[in-house]
C-alpha cells in the first residue's frame, strides 16, 4: 500500500516541480543582442554604512534576536498577566523546532520561582527503596536527547461548533516542539526498585496548584522523561524549571512542571484534572477517562487565517504535522475542500511523537477555493473531519468543554486573496 503510495507521491512532485520551472522561466524574451550593453548588469549598490556596530557586550551576554523579529507567543482569552495561556505563532515558526521564548505555555496557578540548589524529585510509595533526586543527582545520571512536541488537549477547543478564532495561532497554537534532554524514568526506577503491584504513578507538581495526574507504569518505563534541559539550556521557568515531566505523544497537561514528586500506586488516583477536567465526552453522554494520547492531526500554516495572498500565483504551501501515536507516515494536501487529495513532501524523516513539516507547491490562478491538510501516521490512522468527529463525540450544547480536537482545518481563500477560517 505504502510503496504505491510513495510512487504515485514521487510522480506527482516531479510533475509540479516541472510546472513550476516552466512557470518561472516562462514570459517574453529579448536576444542578447537588443538588450542594451547596460542592462546586461545589475548596478551594484553604494558602499553599506560605515556606522560602527553595537558590541556584543550590549546583549548582557545572553544573545538576544533582531529587533526587526517581532514574532511573539499570544495570551488567551485575555491579553494580561493574569492569563494563564499563551499561544506560540506557528505561521511565524522557521523549520520544525519552536524556540524557547515561542514555546506555548500554560499553567493553572501562576509560574513559581524555585532555585534548583533547594529543588529535589522525591520517588516513593511502592518501591523498593524511597529516594530523593537533587538536580545534581539527576544530572550525574546517564541522560538522552529528543525531540518531541508537546500539545494541550483544548488546543482548537473553541473551534468544535463554530469558526471562532480568525487565525493558525488562535486555532492550534497550543503546540510547540523542543529538543528536550533529561533523565528517564527507567532509570529512576532501577535506582528505586519498582514493586511489581506498581502499575500507576503520581505524577505532581510544585506550583501553587499542586498539578496532579496519574500516569500508566507502562508508559513511563517505555519513554517517559525527567527533563531539565529544552534546545540546547535549562528549562525555561513557565515551562517547569528546574524539571518536568515529558511523555512523549501524551496530552500536555499530564507532563507535569515544576515537578516534585512520583509516587508509585497499584491504582490511579483520580484527580480533579482527570476527572472533572481532560475527560472525553462522548454522544452517548458518558465520559471517557485517560484518553491521554494526542491523535494524529495536521494545520496549514501558510496560507492562512488574517493572510491575504497579493494574487494569482505560484505559492508554496506549508504546515506542520504530527502524531500522538508514533511517526507522520505521509501527509496529504486538498485544493478544493477535500474533493481531491494530493501528495505534500516532507521536509525531514519523521520522528516518533514529533512534528514534521510539508509543503505543496500550489499554483492559484484567483478563483475562491479551500486548502486542507490531513496526516496519516504509521498506525493507519487518518485524520478525520469535524463531521466524522462529531458522529463519535455528540453534540454536547454550546458551553460543553470538548477535548482533543483533531479534525481536518479549512482555509477559505477568496477571489481578493483574503484567508479565513471555516467549516468546509
Known sequence: ???????????????????????????????DDAVPAGARHF?????????????????????????????????????????SWSLTPLAALVGNITPSGLHFERHH???????????????????????????????????????????????????????????????????????WTGVLFSTLAREVGLQEEGVWVLAEGADAAVMTRSIPMEKLLKDGIIAY?????????????PMRLLLPGYEGNTHIKWLRRLEVSDKPFMTREETSKYTDLMGDGRARLFSLDMDAKSVITFPSGEMRLPGPGIYNVTGFAWSGRGR???????????????????????????????????????????????????????????????????????????????????????????????HA
Open 1 to 31: 500500500m505504502f510503496a504505491t503510495r510513495d510512487a504515485d507521491r514521487r510522480r506527482f512532485l516531479f510533475a509540479a516541480g516541472s510546472g513550476i520551472a516552466a512557470a518561472l522561466s516562462a514570459g517574453p524574451t529579448l536576444a
Open 43 to 83: 548596478d551594484v549598490p553604494d558602499d553599506p554604512t560605515k556606522e560602527q556596530g553595537r558590541p556584543v557586550a550590549a546583549d548582557g551576554g545572553y544573545g538576544s534576536r533582531s529587533q526587526f523579529e517581532k514574532a511573539v507567543r499570544v495570551r488567551y482569552p485575555t491579553p494580561n498577566e493574569h492569563t
Open 109 to 179: 496557578g501562576g509560574i513559581p520561582t524555585i532555585d534548583p540548589d533547594h529543588h529535589s524529585l522525591v520517588v516513593h510509595g511502592l518501591v523498593g527503596t524511597p529516594k530523593r533526586f537533587s538536580m545534581d543527582d539527576l544530572r550525574r545520571l546517564p541522560s538522552v536527547t529528543r525531540k518531541h512536541f508537546i500539545e494541550c488537549s483544548g488546543n482548537g477547543l473553541t473551534e468544535w461548533k463554530k469558526p471562532t478564532l480568525k487565525n493558525v495561532q488562535g486555532t492550534h497554537g497550543l503546540l510547540s516542539t523542543s529538543e
Open 229 to 241: 534541559g529544552q534546545n540546547g539550556e535549562a528549562i525555561r521557568p513557565e515551562q517547569g524549571y
Open 328 to 422: 507522520v507516515q505521509a501527509v496529504d494536501v486538498s485544493l478544493d475542500a477535500g474533493k481531491t487529495w494530493y501528495p505534500a513532501y516532507l521536509g525531514s524523516t519523521p520522528e516518533p511523537m514529533c512534528t514534521v513539516r510539508f509543503t505543496f507547491p500550489w499554483t492559484w490562478d484567483g478563483t475562491p477555493t479551500v486548502l486542507q491538510s490531513r496526516c496519516l501516521d504509521e498506525t493507519g490512522y487518518v485524520q478525520p473531519t469535524r463531521q466524522q468527529l462529531l458522529a463519535i463525540r455528540g453534540d454536547h450544547g454550546p458551553s460543553a468543554s470538548i477535548y482533543h480536537l483533531n479534525a481536518i482545518q479549512s482555509w477559505s481563500i477568496a477571489s481578493t486573496g483574503e484567508v479565513s477560517n471555516v
